[in-house]
C-alpha cells in the first residue's frame, strides 16, 4: 500500500465508520492488484475485514496476513473457512490463527492442527467426531501453507550447504510420522515438496518413532532428518521436527540460516523444478527397523539377569504412538514376559483414552496400573506418541503400584549402567576418566554424586536433547579421522574401544523430563532405548529379590538421598508476561542472599555470565538464574518457552557422612528433605509476590 493510503487510514481512525469503508472501496479500485487473486464476495470480505480492525477486533497484522494467504491460495478452501469465520465474527479465532504466521525455530514447527472452531470449509466430509478432512486455514498453524514453506527452506539450505562442500550430490531427507491427525498427509506432502525442489526422500511406510528416526538420518547417511510430530502435545496440535546429517537436531551454525531461509518464504504455492532435476521418493522397508533393533540390543549390558529374572511380569503401553512398532518385538526378543495394554496398543491421533498422551503424567499409565494389579505385574512402562519419552510405575514392597519421578528413572538407569560396565571390566580405575554421564543442569544431583564416586565425568548442559547430541558429536569428532569416515558403519563394541581409547565413551544422558538415552547411534533422547533398558533394571532388582524401590533405597543408603520438587507459577496473557519477564529480571539482578535461615553461597546467572562446563566448553546464553545454598540445597529458576509460567526446579540432599545411610533410617531422612523441599517452595512463593510488589 502507498504512503499516501497509508497516511488516509492513519488520519480516519476516529473517523465515521462509513465515509471509512469509501476510502477502503476507493484503495480497492485503485490498487486492484492486491485483490486480483480474489474472486466472488472477496470484496465484501476486504471490507468486512476492515470494518473489525476499525472495531478494533481484528488485529492489522492479522488481517495482512490473511490477505497474504489468500493471495497464494492453492484453492478456494482458504477463502470459504475465512468466510465462515468472519461471517461468524469469530474474531478471536481468527486472530489466533493470523496474529503472525508460525515461525520456524531451532526445533522446526509446532502448533494447532485443528482450530478452537472448527469450519464447515475445513470440516468437508468428515463427521462431527471425526478428525476433520482439512488442516487449520491460517498462517499460525501446523498445515499445508507452513509444511510447504518449511520444506522448501530446509531443502534450499541443504542445496546451499552442499554446493560449499563442493559434494556435488544430491540432498537426502528422511521422513517419519507419528499417529497424530494429518501426519500422514504432512509427510506426503513433504516429500513431494523436497523432490520437485531438487531433494531425494526416503519415507518410512508407516508411523515410526523419533529416535528411529535419528538412527535412520545416522544409518543412511542422509543430509537432514523430518519427522513429523508434536511429541506428547494435546491431540489438536502437530508438528514438523529437523534433524541434521548427524541425527541431532538442528542448532548452530545450521539453524539460524535454515531459520531465514523458511521464514523469507511467504507463499505456499511454487514451480517444482524440471523433472530430469527434481529428486526421487523412496519408501524405506523393514531393514531400517531390523538395523535399529540390532543396535538396540547392544543396549543390555548383562542378559544373564533377564534369563534369572523369569518370574518379572512386565505391562507395557505405546498410549496409541509409535511404541510398539519396535518395543514389542524387542521384548520379545529379549526374552522379557510382557503384556501390552490393548485398548492403547493402536495409532490413534485422538490419544482417546487419555487426557494426555505424556508418559510424565499420572492418567497416562492408568490403564496399565490397573492391567498390572489385575496381573499382579511388576512394572508398567508407558511411552509417549513419538516414543522419546518413558514413563514407569513399579510394585514397590507394601505391594502397591508407584510411579516413579523423570529423576528417579535416571537415577537407576544410569547407576546400573555404570555399576555393570565396571562389573563386566568394560570401565576400570585406569579408563574411568574417559567415561561420562552427561544430564541438564535441572536434572539431579544424584547422578553427578555417582558420577564422582566412580572417578567419570559428569557433564551439565542447558534444557534439551540437542545440547546433550552436541556433546556426542564432539566426541566423535575428537576421533582419528581414518576411524571417523565409518564410524556409523561400525558395530557398537568397536566404536566404544574407539571412544575409550582416543576420546570419551558416553555411558548415559538424562533429562529430568523423562528422556534418557545410553548409545551415540541415537542422537537425541530415545525411548525404545529406555523402555528396554529399565526393563533389565528390574529384572536386576527381580533377580535379586528386590522391588523397584528397595533397589533405589540401596542407591539412595549410598550415596545419600536425593529429592527433587518442581514448581511452576502461572501469569497468562500480556501482563502476566510482564510479570514473568520481571520476575526473571528480578533473580538475575537482585539474587536472594539467604533463604530459611541459610546462607545463598553461589549465585549463577545464564544470561549473562560466562558459564562454562566441565569440560571447557561455553553454556549458550538462556534466562536462567540457580541458586546454591549452604546445605548444597538448589533452586533454578527459568521463564518457560511455551507456557505463560515461570518455573522453579528444587533439589534438596542429604548425605552420609563416614558411613552408608542405614535402610531403617531413610525414612526418618526422607521426611526431613521433604520438608525442606515444602517450606522453600512456600518460601519462593511468598518471595516472588513479593518482589512483584516492589
Not at 485503485?30 to 466472488?40: K, N, T, V
Amino acid at each position: 500500500m502507498s504512503a499516501q493510503f497509508k497516511q488516509i487510514d492513519t488520519d480516519l481512525e476516529e473517523a465515521d465508520k462509513i465515509t471509512r469503508l469509501f476510502y477502503i472501496r476507493l484503495q480497492s479500485a485503485i490498487m486492484p492488484e492486491e485483490l486480483a487473486p480474489m474472486s466472488g464476495g472477496v470484496e465484501k470480505l476486504h471490507l468486512l475485514i476492515e470494518r473489525a480492525i476499525a472495531d478494533g477486533q481484528l488485529l492489522d497484522l492479522a488481517a495482512k496476513n490473511i490477505r497474504a494467504l489468500l493471495a497464494g491460495a492453492p484453492s478456494d478452501l482458504y477463502s470459504r473457512a475465512i468466510n465462515e469465520l468472519v461471517a461468524a465474527e469469530e474474531w478471536a479465532e481468527l486472530n489466533d490463527r493470523f496474529y503472525k504466521t508460525l515461525e520456524f525455530g531451532t526445533g522446526g514447527l509446532r502448533g494447532r492442527t485443528i482450530g478452537k472452531i472448527v469450519t464447515a470449509a475445513e470440516r468437508g466430509n468428515a463427521a462431527p467426531n471425526e478428525r476433520p478432512e482439512f488442516p487449520c486455514v491460517g498462517t499460525n498453524a501446523m498445515n499445508f501453507y507452513n509444511i510447504s514453506r518449511a520444506t522448501r527452506g530446509l531443502v534450499a539450505y541443504l542445496q546451499e550447504w552442499n554446493a560449499k562442500r563442493l559434494t556435488g550430490k544430491r540432498p537426502k531427507i528422511v521422513i517419519a510420522h507419528d499417529p497424530r491427525f494429518f501426519s500422514k498427509e504432512f509427510t506426503e506432502l513433504t516429500a513431494k515438496v523436497a523432490s520437485e525442489n531438487g531433494c531425494d526422500a526416503d519415507v518410512f511406510d508407516g508411523p515410526r518413532s523419533t529416535p528411529e528416526l535419528s538412527f535412520a538420518v545416522r544409518y543412511l547417511n542422509a543430509s537432514a532428518g523430518i519427522v513429523i510430530t508434536a511429541s506428547h502435545n494435546p491431540p489438536h496440535d502437530n508438528g514438523y521436527k529437523v534433524y541434521f546429517r548427524d541425527g541431532a537436531q538442528v542448532i548452530e551454525p545450521h539453524a539460524s540460516s535454515i531459520i531465514a531461509k523458511v521464514n523469507a518464504i511467504a507463499r505456499e504455492m511454487f514451480t517444482p523444478l524440471p523433472k530430469d532435476r527434481q529428486g526421487t521418493v523412496t519408501t524405506l522397508a523393514d531393514d531400517i527397523d531390523e538395523a535399529y533393533m540390532q543396535r538396540l540390543e547392544t543396549l543390555i549390558l548383562d542378559p544373564g539377569v533377564i534369563r534369572a529374572a523369569k518370574s518379572l511380569r512386565i505391562i507395557y503401553t505405546p498410549i496409541h504412538g509409535t511404541g510398539g512398532v519396535i518395543i514389542k518385538p524387542m521384548l520379545k526378543r529379549l526374552g522379557f514376559n510382557f503384556q501390552v495394554v490393548e485398548e492403547q496398543d493402536s495409532f490413534d491421533g485422538a490419544f482417546p483414552t487419555v487426557k494426555s498422551p505424556n508418559p510424565e503424567n499420572p492418567d497416562a499409565l492408568q490403564m496399565g496400573i490397573e492391567l498390572a494389579q489385575k496381573k499382579n505385574a511388576d512394572l508398567v512402562i508407558a511411552t509417549d506418541p513419538d516414543c522419546d519419552r518413558v514413563g514407569v510405575a513399579s510394585r514397590t514392597k507394601s505391594d502397591e503400584m508407584k510411579l516413579l519421578t523423570g529423576n528417579q528413572i535416571g537415577s537407576l538407569l544410569a547407576w546400573y549402567r555404570v555399576k555393570t560396565l565396571f562389573d563386566r571390566a568394560v570401565l576400570d580405575k585406569e579408563n574411568a576418566s574417559r567415561g561420562v554421564i552427561i544430564k541438564t543442569f535441572v536434572t539431579t544431583d544424584l547422578l553427578k554424586a555417582i558420577a564422582e564416586h566412580y572417578g567419570l565425568r559428569c557433564v551439565e548442559t542447558l534444557t534439551g536433547f540437542k545440547y546433550i547430541a552436541a556433546k556426542l558429536g564432539k566426541y566423535e569428532a575428537a576421533l582419528p579421522e581414518t576411524s571417523r569416515k565409518n564410524y556409523v558403519d561400525l558395530s557398537e563394541e568397536e566404536t566404544r574401544e574407539l571412544r575409550l581409547a582416543h576420546s570419551s565413551f558416553y555411558i548415559f544422558g538424562g533429562e529430568e523430563s523423562y528422556g534418557y538415552s545410553a548409545g551415540d547411534f541415537v542422537r537425541d533422547k530415545d525411548g525404545n532405548g529406555s523402555a528396554i533398558m529399565f526393563c533389565e533394571v528390574a529384572a536386576y532388582a527381580k533377580s535379586r529379590g528386590l522391588t523397584i524401590d528397595q533397589l533405589l533405597d540401596e542407591i539412595f543408603a549410598g550415596f545419600g538421598y536425593f529429592e527433587e520438587k518442581n514448581g511452576s507459577l502461572i501469569f497468562e496473557g500480556a501482563e502476566g508476561a510482564k510479570k514473568i519477564a520481571r520476575l526473571v529480571e528480578s533473580y538475575a539482578s537482585a539474587a536472594p542472599k539467604e533463604i530459611l535461615g541459610l546462607k545463598v553461597t553461589r549465585v549463577r546467572n545464564f544470561a549473562t555470565e560466562t558459564i562454562r562446563d566441565v569440560e571447557g566448553d561455553e553454556i549458550p546464553k538462556e534466562k536462567m538464574s540457580i541458586f546454591e545454598l549452604e546445605d548444597r540445597t538448589r533452586i533454578a529458576v527459568r521463564g518457560s518457552g511455551t507456557e505463560p509460567r515461570i518455573k522453579y526446579y528444587l533439589f534438596a540432599q542429604e548425605r552420609p557422612s563416614t558411613r552408608k545411610f542405614e535402610i531403617a533410617e531413610l525414612e526418618k531422612i526422607k521426611a526431613k528433605v521433604s520438608g525442606r523441599l515444602e517450606r522453600l517452595w512456600d518460601w519462593l512463593q511468598e518471595d516472588a509476590q513479593g518482589r512483584l510488589a516492589r
